[in-house]
Nanobody, 122 residues
């Protein structure tokens, strides 16, 4: 059983940066794929980025590529999402997720963090 605990987020001015962390317990990330998703009020949950733990290969949604970076720390069993040049439209609840498949579809991820709120002020 994978348990995911998120930290980070908060209120930031447009153009600023934030970093989320997602730490796993119960098992390591070594045998799962980790994805980041976000959901704004009244909108569907959407894919942000993912990392294949076994290879380190990352993938990003086209609209966010260049501003967001996903990374890992093996020793801490933690995945990070670095967000730069934040815009008001980035305001959402951000979730990390883990599963057996590296896809853009949220239903493919079995385990989810509690979510972290990001508010970007204009």
């Amino acid at each position: 059983q994978v348990q995911l605990v998120q930290s980070g987020g908060g209120l930031v001015q447009a153009g600023g940066s934030l970093r989320f962390s997602c730490a796993a317990s119960g098992r390591t990330f070594s045998d799962v794929h980790v994805g980041w998703f976000r959901q704004a009020p009244g909108k569907e949950r959407e894919f942000v980025a993912r990392i294949d733990w076994s290879t380190g290969v990352t993938s990003y949604v086209d609209s966010l590529k260049g501003r967001f970076t996903i990374s890992r720390d093996n020793a801490k069993n933690t995945v990070y999402l670095q967000m730069n040049s934040l815009k008001p439209e980035d305001t959402a609840t951000y979730y990390c997720a883990a599963g057996n498949y590296g896809t853009i579809w949220s239903f493919q991820y079995k385990y989810w963090g509690q979510g972290t709120q990001v508010t970007v002020a204009s």
